[in-house]
């Protein structure tokens, strides 16, 4: 097997860059085991010489503090990688080095990528690679990532330590004169009664209880119970003393004792400031805009409207595309397939499924397209910096603003690439409230339903109308989110101590491989599950069919209807079938009659289904809001994807399936229609924007969650949640006589 | 003088004296290179007044104002 490679350093430091260059197309994302972080693979190849290559996630430490540090450990414990590859910014060497000190302090053999030398040069910072290395004792090679330079000499020295395997000695830094002698005993024990020193280094263990490391001591606690609880008496009284002499805490103490020794070894020459080091850059002058007080809220207003703009409006044409590619399709197969079931699955069932699935994924693509630009630039964690201060307030992050946008935060986008955002949020709370309300945006396929009802019942107030759902959306989706992060999801904030790394022009390179990672892993796995679920939910709106008794009736209608016309009317009308016929008034007035028994068999097919008895059946309940079986239905459909709501009404209504772009027609009857009131409208209208996301969302909620339980509660929650609205507003509505016809 | 880092004013420097937290936010504030030593140099702060914007070692950071009220900074 290829010599593993694991690729570490801080975020911004330039460490997808350097992946990408090594593996280029040779790389493959998934996950590691049971969480979601992202975990990327990829070989590089020279001279026939193969590396295995693992980018391990962006962190700034390797205390547990968070997933990506947890999972970053573990890779680097139970695989242990033949070397570590640690890239540093050269321009920032001071604070990258800290998590360097850490890989020494474990003693994992490392060697360091000096990257962006041309940055600090310009910023007339100079460093000593060879000094360091010799300070350290593990090469150090410089790089420029974004150029590629450096790459071949990087990898010698990588593949030199690969190659001859020597034990390391793990650096010892003094932490001083209070924890050392602590730190000796406890290691002394701890290689006393082998105290997990077959995976972990003992003085690291004892490190790991002075820093009160979550996972190592649950892993200890359950190793050795007695032994660890002794070493945590002993952290205990060392913690006792440095709060009492010091007014501090062992980790605080270990951690100031690693700068220090960092900074002593920058001072042996290895680091030269040309200037003044917090003077300002380019990009400072850039923030001195960007992120004023006043032109910055509007550049960002501007810079969001052009995302989402650029991802709506360039997708329309592809998504054209693909949706008359699948008409195009689903016609020509009917045409060939004997009518039937077989067909009837395959047309509705499979590539209407698949269909809609696809036809979302020029949207994916624009969109991560445009947020990888945003990101790469730099751009994202100002607008994180701006906003948070806002949705601190409903338990949320900055980063957040990104996903609500996307998903119809200004109406008309979509919750899939909404939740698939979050990816872009740091903090897991934060991130699980944010992709759980994000649905409650107005998302392009509810606008046609809410398009169908302003239309028949508020057509004068359209425009005040559709502003109100979307400050309706955001004021649910803000206060839901608030009440999970004080209930289900409850919990300190995370910090939101980060950087804001300086402007970088993005390389296509990485944004192409950012897009298109993305985007692949949505047509993979959502799409086998979702071809699943739409077999699923044709066979509810198809099974069990009529009895014959009910068909051969309608048939009965149709010969009725026939015979009775003349003979010559009816061969025109067959005539029509195989080619386009001017129809006389009679014919046509037949073809009408037939049609419309046509509608009514569907009709009571739909009814007589099982979704429709389902629809049947929960008339009990939601009569409150005042929805009969026909609603329940296209309700029922509609978690298929919302824009089916109006289909399925249509259908229901006897109108045949309707087309959501023009549903003349079905917003005519419904304005007839005694049992509809402007009342059940709005009624309507606030449980669609509530209830539960459509399944790819839902699905997409499970897999960025990390578990089928969060997806079932967004279709159980919104769900209940969007009745229990639906329900006030109707009953008080009714009681008060607002809005009654 | 010591001043707690919320209470400093935009472009004001000064040399971090303390940071009393430990936990998570301790381990992230130090994480980042804030520790007691570190000079440091309001940048500014986001249109809403937080968070606030540090220049540390040639790198900006930010935090909000409940998280900087951990820190205490000496300035002249």
């Given at each position: 097997?290829?010599?593993?490679?694991?690729?570490?350093?801080?975020?911004?430091?330039?460490?997808?860059?350097?992946?990408?260059?090594?593996?280029?197309s040779?790389?493959?994302?998934?996950?590691?085991?049971?969480?979601?972080?992202?975990?990327?693979?990829?070989?590089?190849?020279?001279?026939?010489?193969r590396?295995?290559?693992?980018?391990?996630?962006?962190t700034?430490?390797?205390?547990?503090?968070?997933?990506?540090?947890?999972?970053?450990?573990?890779?680097?414990?139970?695989?242990?990688?033949?070397?570590?590859?640690?890239i540093?910014?050269?321009?920032?060497?001071?604070?990258?080095?800290?998590?360097?000190?850490?890989?020494?302090?474990?003693?994992?053999?490392?060697?360091?990528?000096?990257?962006?030398?041309?940055?600090?040069?310009?910023?007339?910072?100079?460093?000593?690679a060879?000094?360091?290395s010799?300070?350290?004792?593990?090469?150090?090679?410089?790089?420029?990532?974004?150029l590629?330079?450096?790459?071949?000499e990087?990898?010698?020295?990588?593949?030199?330590?690969a190659?001859?395997?020597?034990?390391?000695?793990?650096?010892?830094?003094?932490?001083?004169?209070d924890?050392?002698?602590?730190?000796?005993?406890m290691?002394?024990?701890?290689?006393?009664?082998?105290?997990?020193?077959?995976t972990?280094?003992?003085?690291?263990i004892?490190l790991?209880?002075?820093?009160?490391?979550?996972?190592?001591?649950?892993?200890?606690?359950?190793?050795n119970p007695?032994?660890?609880?002794?070493?945590?008496e002993?952290?205990r009284k060392?913690?006792?003393?440095?709060?009492?002499?010091?007014?501090t805490?062992?980790?605080?103490?270990?951690?100031?004792?690693?700068?220090?020794?960092?900074?002593?070894?920058l001072?042996?020459?290895?680091?030269?400031?040309?200037?003044?080091?917090?003077?300002?850059?380019?990009?400072?002058?850039?923030?001195?805009?960007?992120?004023?007080?006043?032109?910055?809220?509007?550049?960002?207003?501007?810079?969001?409207?052009?995302?989402?703009?650029?991802?709506?409006?360039?997708?329309?044409?592809?998504?054209?595309?693909?949706?008359?590619?699948?008409?195009?399709?689903?016609?020509?197969?009917?045409?060939?397939?004997?009518?039937?079931?077989?067909?009837?699955?395959?047309?509705?069932?499979?590539?209407?499924?698949?269909?809609?699935?696809?036809?979302?994924?020029?949207?994916?693509?624009?969109?991560?397209?445009?947020?990888?630009?945003?990101?790469?630039?730099?751009?994202?964690?100002?607008?994180a910096?701006?906003?948070?201060?806002i949705?601190?307030?409903f338990?949320?992050?900055?980063?957040?603003?990104?996903?609500?946008?996307?998903?119809?935060?200004?109406?008309?986008g979509?919750?899939?690439?909404?939740?698939?955002?979050?990816?872009?949020?740091?903090?897991?709370?934060?991130?699980?409230?944010?992709?759980?309300?994000?649905?409650?945006?107005n998302?392009?396929?509810?606008?046609?339903?809410?398009?169908?009802?302003?239309?028949?019942f508020?057509?004068?107030?359209?425009?005040?109308?559709?502003?109100?759902?979307?400050l309706?959306?955001?004021?649910?989706?803000?206060l839901?989110?608030?009440?999970?992060?004080v209930?289900?999801i409850?919990?300190?904030?995370?910090?939101?101590?980060?950087?804001?790394?300086?402007?970088r022009?993005?390389?296509?390179?990485?944004?192409?491989?950012?897009?298109?990672?993305?985007?692949?892993?949505?047509?993979?796995?959502?799409?086998?599950?979702?071809?699943?679920?739409?077999?699923?939910?044709?066979?509810?709106?198809?099974?069990?069919?009529?009895?014959d008794?009910?068909?051969?009736e309608?048939?009965?209608?149709?010969?009725?209807?026939?015979?009775?016309?003349p003979?010559?009317?009816?061969?025109?009308?067959?005539?029509?079938?195989?080619?386009?016929?001017?129809?006389s008034?009679?014919?046509?007035?037949?073809?009408?009659?037939?049609?419309?028994?046509?509608?009514a068999?569907?009709?009571?097919?739909?009814?007589y289904?099982?979704?429709?008895?389902?629809?049947?059946?929960?008339?009990?309940?939601?009569?409150?809001?005042g929805?009969?079986?026909?609603?329940?239905?296209?309700?029922?459909?509609g978690f298929?994807?919302?824009?089916?709501?109006?289909?399925?009404?249509?259908?229901?209504?006897s109108?045949?399936?309707?087309?959501?772009?023009?549903?003349?027609?079905?917003?005519?009857?419904?304005?007839?229609?005694?049992?509809?009131?402007?009342?059940?409208?709005v009624?309507?209208?606030?449980?669609?924007m509530?209830?539960?996301?459509?399944?790819?969302?839902?699905?997409c909620?499970?897999?960025?969650?990390?578990?089928?339980?969060?997806?079932?509660?967004?279709?159980?929650?919104?769900?209940?949640?969007a009745?229990?609205l639906?329900?006030?507003?109707?009953?008080?509505?009714?009681?008060?006589?607002?809005l009654?016809? | 003088?010591?001043?707690?880092?919320?209470?400093?004013?935009?472009?004001?420097?000064g040399?971090?004296?303390?940071?009393k937290?430990?936990?998570?936010?301790?381990?992230?504030?130090?994480?980042?290179?804030?520790?007691?030593?570190?000079?440091?140099?309001?940048?500014?702060r986001?249109?809403?007044?937080?968070?606030?914007?540090?220049?540390?070692?040639?790198a900006?950071?930010?935090?909000?104002?409940?998280?900087?009220?951990?820190?205490?900074?000496?300035?002249?």
């Amino acid at each position: 097997m290829a010599p593993t490679i694991a690729l570490a350093g801080n975020p911004n430091s330039g460490k997808t860059t350097l992946f990408n260059e090594l593996t280029g197309s040779h790389q493959h994302v998934g996950n590691y085991p049971g969480v979601t972080v992202e975990k990327k693979e990829g070989t590089y190849v020279r001279d026939g010489f193969r590396l295995h290559i693992v980018d391990l996630p962006g962190t700034y430490s390797l205390t547990a503090y968070s997933l990506e540090e947890v999972v970053a450990r573990d890779f680097l414990v139970n695989q242990k990688p033949e070397v570590v590859i640690n890239i540093v910014d050269a321009s920032n060497l001071e604070r990258n080095l800290y998590l360097a000190i850490q890989f020494l302090e474990m003693g994992i053999p490392i060697c360091i990528a000096l990257n962006m030398i041309d940055v600090a040069k310009k910023r007339g910072i100079k460093v000593n690679a060879q000094k360091l290395s010799s300070l350290l004792g593990i090469p150090v090679t410089p790089t420029i990532a974004r150029l590629g330079k450096g790459k071949k000499e990087l990898m010698d020295s990588a593949s030199q330590i690969a190659r001859e395997p020597n034990q390391l000695i793990p650096l010892k830094i003094s932490y001083g004169a209070d924890i050392d002698p602590v730190l000796s005993e406890m290691e002394k024990e701890i290689l006393d009664s082998d105290f997990l020193t077959d995976t972990y280094q003992a003085r690291w263990i004892a490190l790991k209880y002075l820093e009160s490391d979550e996972q190592i001591i649950s892993k200890g606690q359950e190793a050795n119970p007695d032994l660890s609880n002794r070493l945590k008496e002993m952290v205990r009284k060392v913690s006792q003393h440095l709060l009492n002499t010091l007014d501090t805490y062992p980790e605080a103490m270990i951690a100031d004792q690693r700068y220090g020794y960092i900074k002593s070894i920058l001072k042996q020459g290895v680091i030269h400031h040309k200037y003044d080091r917090n003077r300002l850059y380019s990009s400072d002058r850039i923030d001195k805009v960007l992120t004023n007080r006043f032109i910055g809220p509007l550049i960002m207003l501007a810079v969001i409207a052009g995302l989402y703009d650029f991802t709506f409006s360039y997708s329309k044409v592809p998504v054209g595309w693909l949706e008359r590619f699948f008409g195009w399709l689903g016609s020509t197969l009917s045409a060939v397939l004997p009518a039937g079931m077989v067909k009837s699955l395959i047309v509705s069932g499979i590539i209407d499924g698949v269909g809609g699935v696809l036809g979302f994924v020029p949207l994916i693509m624009l969109m991560f397209f445009g947020i990888a630009i945003l990101e790469d630039s730099g751009y994202l964690a100002r607008v994180a910096f701006m906003l948070d201060r806002i949705f601190r307030i409903f338990g949320l992050h900055g980063s957040s603003v990104m996903a609500f946008i996307v998903s119809g935060g200004i109406a008309g986008g979509c919750a899939v690439p909404g939740v698939m955002a979050t990816r872009t949020l740091k903090s897991p709370r934060e991130r699980l409230a944010t992709l759980l309300t994000v649905p409650f945006m107005n998302c392009g396929a509810k606008l046609p339903v809410f398009a169908l009802l302003i239309a028949t019942f508020f057509a004068k107030y359209e425009a005040v109308i559709m502003f109100l759902i979307t400050l309706g959306a955001w004021a649910g989706a803000l206060l839901v989110a608030k009440l999970l992060r004080v209930t289900v999801i409850k919990g300190e904030a995370t910090p939101f101590v980060m950087e804001l790394p300086p402007y970088r022009m993005p390389t296509f390179k990485g944004l192409a491989i950012h897009t298109w990672e993305r985007t692949w892993q949505y047509i993979k796995k959502a799409g086998t599950v979702i071809l699943g679920l739409s077999v699923v939910l044709w066979a509810m709106m198809t099974f069990p069919g009529l009895p014959d008794s009910k068909i051969q009736e309608f048939e009965k209608q149709r010969q009725e209807q026939i015979s009775r016309a003349p003979q010559a009317v009816v061969q025109q009308l067959q005539a029509a079938d195989h080619a386009e016929v001017q129809l006389s008034s009679e014919a046509g007035k037949l073809r009408a009659n037939l049609q419309q028994i046509d509608a009514a068999e569907a009709e009571a097919g739909l009814r007589y289904s099982i979704a429709g008895r389902i629809g049947g059946a929960l008339e009990g309940v939601s009569k409150w809001a005042g929805f009969d079986w026909k609603t329940n239905i296209a309700l029922v459909g509609g978690f298929a994807a919302k824009e089916v709501v109006v289909s399925t009404l249509g259908t229901a209504y006897s109108l045949g399936a309707v087309d959501p772009e023009e549903s003349g027609s079905l917003s005519e009857t419904l304005a007839r229609d005694p049992g509809w009131s402007p009342l059940l409208a709005v009624g309507l209208i606030v449980f669609t924007m509530f209830y539960s996301p459509c399944f790819v969302s839902v699905i997409c909620i499970s897999r960025e969650s990390g578990s089928w339980k969060w997806g079932a509660f967004a279709m159980v929650f919104n769900t209940v949640l969007a009745f229990v609205l639906a329900v006030l507003i109707f009953q008080i509505g009714s009681a008060f006589g607002i809005l009654v016809k | 003088m010591r001043i707690n880092l919320r209470n400093m004013h935009d472009n004001q420097e000064g040399t971090i004296a303390s940071i009393k937290v430990a936990g998570e936010l301790g381990r992230r504030i130090r994480d980042m290179g804030l520790v007691p030593g570190t000079e440091i140099r309001i940048q500014g702060r986001a249109p809403l007044y937080d968070p606030v914007a540090l220049r540390v070692m040639g790198a900006t950071l930010t935090l909000r104002n409940n998280e900087a009220d951990y820190i205490e900074v000496e300035v002249e």
